[in-house]
């Protein structure tokens, strides 16, 4: 193993060790909160998200949030009592597969594993949490054009066209199983469809300002 490798094998350690404190934090709080509140989960740009700060300030309901940078569905499977069924919330806002747009191991297909997981996240909301109204997000946009998306030589997979084709079949799923379907991106966007280059140094994440405006646009179901 060469030098670079065993650096990239210890970053990746230690981010997975990362995940699993936040779950185990997680799993702790979960025995101090008020079951039947709102929640958030999903991946890091739901992690990100200081909802329960800005629905505090507002005098909105509690909201908590349950998001885990880094996480794909078969993870959010794995943690699926703690980061969602746990709280027993009365509304559930989702937003989880945007770290799946990926490339994945010769022979299997980024689009295929995510239809199928997500399926199973939203039949496993049906069947354990029937009565909490539940809206799946839509994916955010990107930028290439980033500075931090061009050091790292780009987003892989996770392109617009992609993010789009998986909006689509989030959509698809949200009708089928008598969800809500959110897309608050309108704010987020360039007039080319690109995530707003001055609000993101990696092309994916992005800032405060911004989170303010996806917030804005979801008072109406909060």
């Known amino acids: 193993?060469?030098?670079?490798?065993?650096?990239?094998?210890?970053?990746?350690?230690?981010?997975?060790?990362?995940?699993e404190?936040?779950?185990?934090?997680?799993?702790?709080?979960?025995?101090?909160?008020?079951?039947?509140?709102?929640?958030?989960t999903g991946s890091s740009l739901m992690e990100m998200f200081p909802i329960t700060e800005f629905c505090l300030n507002e005098g909105l309901p509690t909201a908590y949030n349950r998001?885990?940078?880094?996480?794909?569905?078969?993870?959010?499977l794995a943690a699926i009592d703690t980061v969602l069924l746990d709280p027993e919330p009365s509304k559930l806002f989702i937003n989880i597969g945007t770290n799946d747009i990926r490339s994945m191991p010769e022979g299997e297909d980024w689009f295929a594993h995510l239809s199928a997981n997500y399926r199973r996240i939203c039949e496993i909301i049906r069947d354990k949490l029937p009565d909490t109204v539940v809206y799946m997000m839509a994916y955010y946009p990107v930028n290439w054009d980033a500075p931090g998306a061009r050091e790292h030589g780009g987003l892989g997979e996770r392109?617009?066209?992609?993010?789009?084709?998986?909006?689509?079949?989030?959509?698809?799923?949200?009708?089928?199983f008598g969800f809500n379907y959110i897309d608050v991106n309108d704010g987020l966007k360039d007039k080319d469809g690109n995530l707003q280059i001055e609000h993101t140094g990696d092309g994916v994440h992005f800032d405060s300002a911004a989170y303010r405006t996806v917030f804005d646009r979801l008072r109406p179901y909060l």
């Open 1 to 19: 193993m060469t030098e670079r490798e065993k650096i990239v094998q210890e970053m990746a350690e230690r981010f997975q060790m990362e995940k």
């Open 21 to 40: 404190r936040k779950l185990q934090n997680y799993r702790e709080q979960n025995r101090y909160i008020r079951k039947g509140q709102t929640l958030f």
């Open 159 to 176: 392109t617009n066209e992609n993010v789009n084709r998986a909006n689509r079949m989030a959509e698809g799923l949200a009708r089928e």
């Open 67 to 76: 998001g885990i940078g880094g996480y794909v569905t078969d993870e959010f």
